[in-house]
């Protein structure tokens, strides 16, 4: 998806792209830690710290809450089509890799 964030972005703009695409990644892990430990708060709700099962099992259920929502935001990918990002490979494909021909001289 990083790459694609750069698809329509002019060169003379590329730079300032790029500033702004690596303050989004810092600010949704941000978002990402802050709602982890919200999440994991609530299933803790009144456990006593000193039953370590009942706070093993609360923080097992956080992270299963939160794989559980990584796994629905993840649907926004299935919006990509066949063509998003031909405009990065200008829609060729790789050239072929071309083997070197030795002549012999015939006699």
Same mark, same amino acid.
């Given at each position: 998806?990083?790459?694609?964030?750069? !698809?329509?972005?002019?060169?003379?703009?590329?730079?300032?792209?790029? $500033? =702004?695409? #690596? *303050?989004?990644?810092?600010?949704?892990?941000?978002?990402?830690?802050?709602?982890?430990?919200?999440?994991?708060?609530?299933?803790?709700?009144?456990?006593?710290?000193?039953?370590?099962?009942?706070?093993?099992? !609360?923080?097992?259920?956080?992270?299963?809450?939160?794989?559980?929502? $990584? =796994?629905? #935001? *993840?649907?926004?990918?299935?919006?990509?089509?066949?063509?998003?990002?031909?405009?990065?490979?200008?829609?060729?494909?790789?050239?072929?890799?071309?083997?070197?021909?030795?002549?012999?001289?015939?006699?």
């Amino acid at each position: 998806m990083n790459t694609l964030a750069y !698809a329509d972005v002019e060169q003379k703009d590329s730079s300032m792209a790029s $500033t =702004i695409s #690596s *303050s989004f990644q810092q600010l949704s892990m941000s978002f990402g830690l802050a709602s982890g430990t919200l999440v994991t708060q609530w299933f803790l709700g009144k456990v006593p710290q000193t039953d370590h099962r009942l706070v093993t099992q !609360a923080i097992h259920h956080g992270f299963l809450t939160l794989a559980g929502l $990584t =796994i629905l #935001s *993840s649907a926004v990918f299935w919006r990509l089509k066949r063509t998003d990002g031909e405009t990065i490979s200008r829609g060729t494909a790789p050239p072929p890799t071309v083997e070197p021909v030795t002549v012999t001289p015939s006699d």
